[in-house]
């Protein structure tokens, strides 16, 4: 078969995406450089479009919740009750046992201090972690494996989709892992690197020499992984998977970022059953089987999700629920004080409604996310991973590790 790609085209577009290319080859030739080393992971899941806070982590015990949505509240029969005030939505049953056994921590009011109700500014400054500072360069994700000691790696932070997100873009190295896995393979897999290898190019060499072994190593991380979990079918099952085999192969990573989309529910956002409770049962089946995938080794992760922002706290004419504030996270790992409900809950009486419309937020989501990289990541520069943010003035960390 002829090869159409270029020898630059094809590292930089064909299946190696890393976090700046014009500093790759110190970092390239150590593209497997850390395999064996243990450390601990932290597993980022973003919930693109607001996921609803009020209707996954239910607020049953709150007098105001019900009246607010006529046709979209839980009923408190059929919530999976955490601690007699708030619940898990029903969809998300196969991970509320890891509640009770200690494993899942979960965060109310929590989210961005910044205003904005816009899709694209929010997640922009979740990813980059400086609230309303648009020309932030690298995400704060990147900030944290930069920190690390060592020479680096690529393999220290990893993304499953073909291209790197914004989470992740940055000076330090990182992979998207769906370039690796789409890398031609048999014979023009061959014929690809006898060409780079053969390129009086020393650069273009190094970077191929690197690249092929990445690929390598991902393909026998994922021979290797097998299944000891069934992932649900869609976007997110698949991500969580091929994180899973690399955790599992012990290549180093450090961090990894996946996402699933599809919250953004104006218009029959549905109650027990709809499209939100369809989002819903995919994330608990797929964290679920993450969890089960990595076993004996999970004492060493901790997945935590974000969501840009929440949802009002009144149901629309429309049977949905529009751009709020307040949202939540979920934090789950073998280090995580679990079992616990995290975060000050201000009630949804009128007078306590930011805006009059909207949960306020009361946790700063940088204030999880410190305590992370921190205590469970070992970082001892949360002020470089968030720029600007005072920890003591946000109130402190809330104890969910250690």
């Given at each position: 078969?002829?090869?159409?790609?270029?020898?630059?085209?094809?590292?930089?577009?064909?299946?190696?995406?890393?976090?700046?290319?014009?500093?790759?080859?110190?970092?390239?030739?150590?593209?497997?450089?850390?395999?064996?080393?243990?450390?601990?992971?932290?597993?980022?899941?973003f919930l693109?479009?607001?996921?609803?806070?009020?209707n996954?982590?239910?607020?049953?015990?709150?007098?105001?919740?019900?009246?607010?949505?006529?046709?979209?509240?839980?009923?408190?029969?059929a919530?999976?009750?955490?601690d007699?005030?708030f619940?898990?939505?029903?969809?998300?049953?196969?991970i509320?046992?890891?509640f009770?056994?200690g494993?899942?921590?979960?965060?109310?009011?929590?989210?961005?201090?910044?205003?904005?109700?816009?899709?694209?500014?929010?997640?922009?400054?979740?990813?980059?972690?400086?609230?309303?500072?648009?020309?932030?360069?690298?995400?704060?994700?990147?900030?944290?494996?930069?920190?690390?000691p060592g020479?680096?790696?690529?393999?220290?932070?990893?993304?499953?989709g073909?291209?790197?997100?914004?989470?992740?873009?940055?000076?330090?190295?990182?992979?998207?892992?769906g370039g690796?896995?789409?890398?031609?393979?048999?014979?023009?897999?061959?014929?690809?690197?006898?060409?780079?290898?053969?390129?009086?190019?020393?650069?273009?060499?190094?970077?191929?020499s690197?690249?092929?072994?990445?690929v390598?190593?991902?393909?026998?991380?994922?021979?290797?992984?097998?299944?000891?979990?069934?992932?649900?079918?869609?976007?997110?099952?698949?991500?969580?998977?091929?994180?899973?085999?690399?955790?599992?192969?012990?290549?180093?990573?450090?961090?990894?970022f996946?996402?699933?989309?599809?919250?953004?529910?104006?218009?029959?956002?549905?109650a027990?059953?709809?499209?939100?409770?369809?989002?819903?049962?995919?994330?608990?089946?797929a964290?679920?089987?993450?969890?089960?995938?990595?076993?004996?080794?999970?004492?060493?992760?901790?997945?935590?999700?974000?969501?840009?922002?929440?949802?009002?706290a009144?149901?629309?004419?429309?049977?949905?629920?529009?751009?709020?504030?307040?949202?939540f996270?979920?934090?789950l790992?073998g280090?995580?004080?679990?079992?616990?409900?995290?975060?000050?809950?201000?009630?949804?009486?009128?007078?306590?409604?930011?805006?009059?419309?909207?949960?306020?937020?009361?946790?700063?989501?940088?204030?999880?996310?410190?305590?992370?990289?921190?205590?469970?990541?070992?970082?001892?520069?949360?002020?470089?991973?968030?720029p600007?943010?005072?920890?003591?003035?946000?109130?402190?960390?809330?104890g969910?590790?250690?």
């Amino acid at each position: 078969m002829e090869v159409r790609l270029g020898r630059r085209g094809f590292l930089k577009d064909g299946f190696i995406a890393l976090a700046a290319a014009a500093t790759l080859p110190p970092f390239l030739a150590r593209a497997a450089g850390s395999a064996g080393e243990r450390r601990r992971k932290l597993v980022v899941v973003f919930l693109r479009g607001a996921a609803d806070a009020l209707n996954v982590i239910v607020p049953h015990g709150d007098p105001s919740y019900a009246p607010l949505r006529p046709t979209l509240a839980i009923p408190r029969s059929a919530v999976l009750d955490l601690d007699g005030c708030f619940g898990l939505h029903p969809a998300l049953s196969a991970i509320a046992p890891f509640f009770g056994h200690g494993q899942l921590a979960v965060v109310v009011a929590s989210g961005s201090p910044d205003p904005t109700r816009s899709h694209f500014e929010a997640q922009d400054y979740m990813e980059s972690g400086t609230p309303g500072l648009p020309a932030t360069r690298e995400g704060w994700l990147n900030r944290v494996v930069g920190g690390l000691p060592g020479p680096g790696s690529p393999w220290w932070a990893v993304s499953p989709g073909p291209n790197l997100p914004r989470i992740l873009s940055g000076s330090a190295p990182a992979l998207a892992l769906g370039g690796l896995a789409a890398a031609p393979r048999g014979g023009d897999a061959a014929a690809l690197e006898t060409m780079y290898r053969g390129s009086g190019d020393a650069r273009t060499r190094a970077e191929a020499s690197a690249a092929f072994d990445a690929v390598r190593a991902l393909r026998a991380a994922e021979r290797a992984a097998g299944t000891r979990a069934t992932y649900p079918r869609g976007a997110l099952g698949e991500q969580l998977r091929r994180i899973a085999s690399v955790l599992r192969a012990d290549l180093g990573v450090v961090a990894a970022f996946a996402d699933i989309g599809g919250f953004d529910h104006h218009v029959n956002e549905g109650a027990v059953e709809g499209q939100l409770a369809e989002r819903l049962r995919e994330l608990g089946a797929a964290l679920s089987a993450f969890w089960t995938e990595l076993a004996d080794d999970a004492g060493d992760v901790v997945v935590v999700t974000l969501t840009e922002f929440g949802r009002t706290a009144r149901e629309n004419g429309n049977r949905g629920t529009d751009h709020g504030h307040g949202g939540f996270m979920l934090v789950l790992g073998g280090e995580v004080r679990g079992g616990r409900v995290y975060g000050r809950w201000p009630g949804l009486a009128p007078e306590e409604l930011h805006d009059g419309r909207d949960l306020p937020v009361t946790t700063d989501f940088r204030l999880v996310l410190g305590e992370l990289v921190l205590r469970h990541l070992g970082s001892s520069r949360v002020d470089r991973v968030f720029p600007g943010f005072d920890v003591a003035a946000a109130g402190g960390f809330l104890g969910l590790v250690g």
